[in-house]
């Protein structure tokens, strides 16, 4: 088996770029030029890592996954393709046979081999080296390499899921030799990969430049230089793009695409991204450790009127869970404590012991002060605030007052993982449209980032070395579920397990969704060709630019 990226590629309907986007098909490319064809990509922020093993951040791994390959890898339909393994087979019940890719070389002309494969993989789970990924990998029990191009992957238990967890984030493969001599510091600083482009360099808070790598075993790029500019606020970013300074612009406002049409040239791709705007609720907190208190705000939301007023009727109310499509989709999952009803909310509100009430009609707590919620949020953009303003007269009527908290990102993220932030709006699950196949971790406290359990998430990330034990039963169980999913033997099995989950964080409300569906902007300058019309905006599938990467755009000069 000798298939190209692009060979997988051929014919397929969505699109991407260092946008986040799927990607297609590039078409034949544009004639050469003594000037390097650049493609030029705005994004919303800068990156923190450059090291795969480092981060799951959006910003990071539209890079990380350009740089670095995977054993294997997902094309549009889903399926799981040949990455650096050209072939892979299961060896007994517990050992994974992959074959791999030969003539391979790292940016630094080194050879790839076995041996990198087997350090990249042992060193995502090995608790000295103290990465983000720590999690994924955990069912293996050791690696060989008997020859450059095998490796054998023995198990720990029956793992029929391994390559297609190899085809994500932490199956990202690093070079051995490189690594080990300049450190992990360097390395982060100057990586080395086999993918489409390799770096040139990072200037913190403006750009990173990336080269074609000319000799990429899927094909030559048909672009010379890609960068990705750091643009945080939108307008620049749109500003940027219509002045024909950068091709390809991520991360709009929704109502941007129809300002952006009325300029010749430039073209709107959508995406729909899953889980737009949530709020995450801190449970240790009283009194939103009582399920009752969280249903209530749920149903004080009037959620028809929130996406009308703020995202223009683009959106579809629903609670944060997987989108309408994914095979695991059940309408409750999107409705449950999701419909307007503030007389129940106010019900509720009462059983609990709120009925008691200020001369302002704020309900109070049973030290006598007013039932306040402080929610904190990082975002610049003007529909959050106008959401949370809406939400905030929402909760009003049913007795609860709202503060919100406007804070820099860094802090935003610093207060949130710390466990100080009472309650955070931020996006919502970026694992859109799972299969049974796909990990569920996300709806489970198994990461940091996580917002309403990062204290949780970072105990079993850290394994037990940072953070907090889970101490609420129902946040509790749901690793129970995660485990059981990851025990299933059969698509039937894992099912259930993912069904476990998805009915008990519809019910417990550890997070307020409030609309998703709704399509993400990425607006696309004359110049650079092959971007197809749709996309999804998510973590799984696609890893934002995990399934297809802007080696397959051509720029036309």
């Not at 994924?136 to 050791?142: D, G, H, P, Y």
């Not at 990173?208 to 643009?231: E, Q, T």
């Not at 935003?412 to 569920?440: D, Q």
């Not at 101490?471 to 995660?482: H, R």
Request: glycine share 8%.
């Amino acid at each position: 088996m000798n298939v190209t990226r692009r060979d997988l590629l051929k014919g397929a309907a969505l699109a991407g770029a260092a946008a986040a986007l799927p990607g297609g098909l590039a078409g034949p490319a544009a004639a050469q030029t003594t000037q390097k064809r650049e493609l030029v990509v705005a994004q919303g922020g800068d990156i923190a890592w450059l090291d795969p093993h480092m981060s799951t951040s959006s910003n990071d791994i539209r890079i990380s996954f350009n740089i670095f390959d995977n054993l294997t890898s997902r094309r549009p339909d889903g399926k799981l393709v040949p990455g650096l393994a050209t072939e892979w087979k299961l060896q007994g019940q517990q050992a994974w046979v992959f074959k791999l890719r030969s003539g391979v070389k790292w940016h630094n002309g080194d050879p790839f081999s076995s041996a990198d494969a087997k350090f990249s993989i042992e060193r995502t789970y090995d608790p000295a080296a103290k990465t983000r990924v720590s999690t994924v990998l955990t069912t293996i029990e050791r690696i060989e390499a008997p020859d450059a191009t095998t490796l054998v992957v023995h198990t720990k238990k029956p793992d029929p899921l391994l390559p297609a967890r190899l085809g994500f984030y932490a199956g990202q493969i690093v070079p051995k030799k490189y690594f080990e001599s300049v450190g992990a510091e360097t390395f982060n600083q100057k990586p080395v990969g086999t993918g489409p482009v390799r770096f040139v360099s990072w200037t913190k808070d403006d750009r990173v430049v990336l080269d074609a790598n000319a000799d990429y075993w899927g094909g030559k790029p048909d672009f010379d230089r890609l960068i990705i500019r750091a643009l945080p606020e939108m307008a620049p970013r749109v500003a940027a793009l219509l002045k024909g300074e950068v091709d390809i612009a991520t991360q709009l406002p929704p109502d941007q695409g129809e300002r952006v049409k009325s300029n010749p040239g430039t073209v709107v791709a959508g995406a729909l991204y899953g889980g737009l705007y949530v709020l995450a609720v801190n449970s240790k907190v009283k009194p939103l450790d009582n399920p009752l208190v969280k249903q209530a705000l749920s149903l004080a939301i009037d959620r028809n009127e929130l996406n009308e007023t703020v995202y223009l009727g683009l959106a579809k109310p629903s609670n944060n869970t997987v989108m309408e499509g994914s095979k695991l989709f059940k309408p409750d999952y999107a409705k449950k404590w999701a419909q307007y009803d503030p007389k129940l909310a106010n019900k509720l509100l009462d059983e609990v012991g709120l009925n008691k009430k200020d001369a302002q009609g704020f309900r109070l707590l049973p030290d006598g002060r007013p039932a306040t919620i402080v929610v904190e949020h990082a975002s610049e953009e003007t529909e959050d605030a106008d959401a949370l303003h809406l939400i905030a007269e929402m909760w009003k009527k049913v007795g609860i007052k709202m503060l919100t908290k406007p804070q820099t990102r860094e802090n935003f993220r610093l207060r949130a993982f710390s466990g100080e932030a009472i309650m955070t709006a931020f996006a919502g699950v970026v694992t859109a449209m799972p299969t049974p196949n796909t990990s569920p971790k996300e709806f489970a406290p198994t990461m940091q980032g996580g917002l309403q359990w990062s204290r949780w998430g970072m105990f079993i990330e850290s394994k037990g070395r940072m953070g907090e034990k889970c101490e609420i039963e129902s946040a509790c169980k749901l690793l129970d579920y995660v485990k059981e999913w990851e025990q299933g033997t059969n698509e039937a099995e894992r099912r259930k397990a993912w069904e476990k989950i998805l009915s008990s964080t519809a019910d417990e409300v550890f997070t307020i969704g409030t609309v998703n569906g709704i399509r993400q902007p990425v607006v696309v300058g004359p110049k650079i060709k092959n971007v197809p019309k749709e996309g999804y905006y998510a973590w799984d599938p696609g890893g934002y630019i995990g399934l297809y990467q802007p080696d397959t755009f051509w720029v036309a000069q």
